[in-house]
């Protein structure tokens, strides 16, 4: 197979996957690791697929971010799960950060009406959920409100995170690897992210399956800060292994 045979394959393959990975490219058209990277570069160079770390993804993919609407109604049933596990994760009595998030939203919004904990959120829809909890002494982080998130970010929040620390950190992720760690397409949230993660002695990641393997634009942690990754069971063994692997416990519900 000559190279444009073979980069216009791999392009088909990345569009239809949305993604596709160097040494399984490598295996499938019997080539080196090193002819897939340059057929990727030169993807790239043409402006149709987006180089991450260990393959590519259709040019574009880095940037898009759904909305909050479209978000909430996406793996429902799986999110439900997760919220569901992370209530045994609440400490009694004690502090959490809430990031924004849908499925951490959700986390909000099972939390029962009579408990006695301290939140800390930079999430209008989190601190909407929470505003009616009387035993809640809930604390909104302030900022620019980006309307695709509805999350505060910039300055503002990152000085309010710099002088707390709380019990745990519920993190949200649009995407994660075990090499790449946790990625988002804002640079300016995941600044906040990063910065929420820094303010709890503990640290949990709620998110999908669906979220394995997918890299975005700007990096805010690596599963060595993570304590504990909730998730659903269809995540693939291989993905499971690894993040393990980097020491953190993950549990699938």
Not at 166 to 179: E, L, P, S
Not at 197 to 213: E, N, Q
């Amino acid at each position: 197979m000559y190279a444009p045979e073979r980069q216009q394959e791999i392009l088909r393959l990345a569009r239809e996957a949305g993604r596709v990975d160097v040494l399984s490219l490598a295996e499938q058209f019997q080539v080196t690791a090193e002819t897939v990277r340059r057929d990727l570069k030169a993807l790239d160079r043409a402006g149709l697929l987006r180089r991450v770390h260990g393959g590519a993804i259709p040019a574009g993919r880095l940037d898009f971010e759904p909305d909050l609407t479209e978000r909430e109604a996406t793996a429902a049933d799986q999110k439900d799960r997760i919220a569901a596990a992370a209530l045994a994760e609440l400490p009694d009595g004690g502090s959490v950060v809430l990031d924004a998030g849908s499925t951490v939203a959700r986390l909000a919004a099972v939390i029962p009406v009579d408990i006695a904990l301290t939140v800390v959120t930079h999430a209008l829809p989190v601190a909407a959920r929470l505003a009616d909890h009387t035993g809640i002494d809930l604390h909104l982080v302030g900022g620019r409100v980006r309307h695709r998130t509805r999350a505060a970010v910039d300055a503002w929040a990152l000085r309010a995170y710099s002088e707390i620390r709380a019990d745990v950190a519920f993190i949200a992720t649009n995407g994660f690897t075990a090499d790449g760690g946790l990625t988002t397409p804002d640079l300016a949230e995941a600044a906040v992210k990063r910065a929420a993660m820094t303010a709890a002695r503990r640290v949990v990641l709620l998110a999908d399956s669906a979220k394995a393997g997918q890299e975005h634009f700007a990096c805010f942690g690596s599963f060595a800060d993570v304590d504990l990754l909730i998730t659903d069971t269809r995540l693939a063994p291989a993905h499971k292994t690894a993040i393990e692997s980097a020491g953190t416990e993950v549990v699938l519900v």
